[in-house]
């Protein structure tokens, strides 16, 4: 599944393929990412020395304010929409630091949520979720017990899925979804998301008078909704679930602020390569709502979920080994095979996903634990102003590709002809 999930932010240098033109999520998400101000949610190094600005092909750009010299720090960001350690590395990355040591099994673990390579790491990662469930009415678990409980949950619900039906061998199977089954499946699980939590607040009186239970449209529940949800005939991919509960604990924690960050950038309005990945999917939503702690149900929204999952296709970041040959972390997906180069899990860093491509990048990154940094590439002039900050999708290996292959693998992986200056040079020769 990992060219499902792109290294890198949105395509650059062409419109976004035919699925996206749609009116899902919200028409004006293209528009609204032009204009976006991200100060809001920043945590931008103090003397923010660009701007972003609507580009002619790609959405929005980066592009810088006044010349900078080599080596000048653009960004440092660690805020997360989500995030998730592949199950093949559960034991090998630190949940909280990302921290990798060529397949070493970190010492503290604390299950469910992984391990950490440190005492440090973990009380850092528990401090992280204060503030989870606290606007609940009801007294019941708050902070990092809730975040406990919910993945413990969402454990549990895996290890039954496993035993009722071991995992296909292969990723399911037929056509790409239309954008019509798309919306008719988001709306399905609207529905089912209203009977869901409306048979759980039958079944636990006492919780009546939770907020969630006020957003909900009266209905009555139809028999087995629950028993259904729990027992899905698709069974959800184990590490695209943990990436859903991520997201929605992040959500539940940071309310109005996460959904604005997701809202901001550009997504694939049908994210499912096939019809059974998408039943997949949405049987990963049915059991979160069935199986998470009341206190965070709530925030399990199927809309919001498939933008994520459509923003995720196109502004992932892989979580790579850092400490591996490739000393800047930025090898791409596709060749996730390369010696070394350990593809751990992924993430979407908002602040991050601004870049675009170019195949003569003028900006560098790497990951620093949980977060990325940005800087004006050392060797060469420097940027002038008004110039686009640009990153490589390919990792590095664009130095040493021809045009045709450049453009071959940015086609394939990211599904855009690149357009940028170096191309268009050399194809012209
Ligand atoms: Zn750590
Ligand atoms: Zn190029």
């Not at 895996?158 to 071991?166: D, E, G, S, W, Y």
């Not at 791409?332 to 675009?356: C, H, I, R, T």
Request: aromatic residues 8%; hydrophobic residues 35%; negative net charge.
């Amino acid at each position: 599944m990992t060219d499902l999930f792109s290294d890198q932010p949105t395509p650059s240098t062409s419109t976004p393929t035919s699925t996206s033109t749609s009116t899902f999520p919200s028409p004006t998400l293209q528009a609204k990412a032009a204009t976006l101000d991200l100060s809001s949610l920043s945590i931008y190094l103090p003397l923010k020395p660009y701007t972003l600005l609507p580009t002619p092909h790609s959405g929005t750009g980066v592009f810088t304010t006044a010349p900078l010299p080599p080596s000048t720090p653009l960004l440092s960001t660690s805020s997360l929409l989500a995030s998730t350690i592949l199950r093949a590395h559960r034991r090998e990355v630190c949940a909280w630091c990302l921290a990798y040591d060529l397949g070493r099994i970190w010492p503290v673990r604390p299950h469910p949520p992984g391990v950490f390579c440190t005492e440090a790491c973990r009380a850092a990662w528990e401090e992280s979720w204060t503030g989870l469930g606290e606007e609940e009415e009801v007294k019941g678990p708050r902070g990092k017990d809730l975040a406990l409980a919910s993945m413990a949950a969402v454990d549990t619900f895996l290890a039954r899925a496993a035993r009722r039906a071991p995992e296909p061998e292969s990723q399911p199977t037929g056509p790409r979804p239309t954008v019509e089954q798309a919306d008719d499946l988001t709306s399905t699980l609207d529905a089912r998301r209203t009977h869901i939590l409306r048979a759980r607040a039958r079944a636990e009186k006492w919780q009546r008078d939770y907020a969630v239970l006020r957003t909900l449209p009266e209905a009555a529940p139809p028999r087995n909704t629950l028993a259904q949800a729990l027992n899905p005939t698709t069974s959800p991919d184990p590490d695209v679930l943990r990436f859903m509960l991520n997201s929605v604990l992040n959500r539940a924690r940071e309310g109005a602020a996460w959904d604005a960050a997701l809202e901001r950038l550009v997504g694939e309005a049908v994210p499912w390569r096939t019809e059974g990945e998408m039943h997949a999917w949405a049987a990963g939503v049915g059991a979160l709502l069935v199986v998470l702690p009341w206190e965070v149900v709530g925030a399990v929204d199927p809309g919001l979920l498939r933008r994520l999952a459509g923003v995720e296709n196109w502004n992932a970041f892989g979580v790579r080994d850092v400490g591996s040959g490739f000393g800047e972390g930025e090898k791409g997906v596709y060749d996730a095979g390369g010696g070394g180069d350990e593809y751990l899990g992924y993430g979407v860093w908002p602040e991050a996903s601004y870049f675009n491509h170019s195949c003569a990048p003028n900006v560098g990154k790497r990951r620093v634990g949980r977060g990325w940094e940005f800087w004006v590439k050392d060797e060469g002039r420097g940027v002038g102003e008004g110039e686009e900050l640009c990153i490589s999708y390919l990792g590095g290996d664009e130095k040493g590709l021809r045009v045709e292959e450049r453009r071959e693998r940015l086609k394939q992986f990211w599904g855009f002809e690149c357009a940028c200056a170096r191309c268009v040079a050399e194809a012209r020769k």
